[in-house]
């Protein structure tokens, strides 16, 4: 019981520690874009809101994938002092930048290099489709490491079929 205890443990901290690494990338990702599209769209450089909800809804939809609902702003837009005029344009400031993030990391074809894929692939045999992303620009202007693709000929075993056989009872948990 304590080798899967401490098992367990370590597995648990790995995948917290790849998690937290994911988050840490995917801002990263966020403010590159970020920073493109300030050139492309000089009009919405100027609001930190925008900025802001630009950046989340970018980090949000390679993390979590389409999230094309409507998002819920954070609760710094919650405060009464976001009950005026310009209160509710920072909010539709963050939420317009928010679904401008999303749109952009969906259109930059990252999130397709973050899913696992399971099962028989739907790439073509060459690998990833023409212009998609083989490494990934991060915050000081260095190329991620692409990933590897899986050999296109790779081959699932085929499964086995169980006996019929019923399995034996637990061991007791009474000494004796």
Known sequence: ??????????FETCLFTDEVK??????LLANSAWKTYQGEHPDCAGSADFAKGFKR?????????????RPLPPQRYWKIRHETPEGRAATVAWLDGF???AAAAKASGYRELIVVPVGKSNLPPGGLPPGAPSAAAVGDGTAAPA???????EQLPTPRSLSDEPLPPPPSSEGG
């Open 1 to 10: 019981m304590a080798a899967q205890i401490t098992h367990n443990l370590a």
């Open 22 to 27: 994911g988050k840490v990338y995917y801002c």
């Open 57 to 69: 809804g970018y980090a949000d939809y390679l993390e979590y994938g389409d999230c094309s609902c």
């Open 99 to 101: 679904r401008a993030g």
């Open 147 to 153: 990933m590897p693709m899986p050999p296109s000929t």
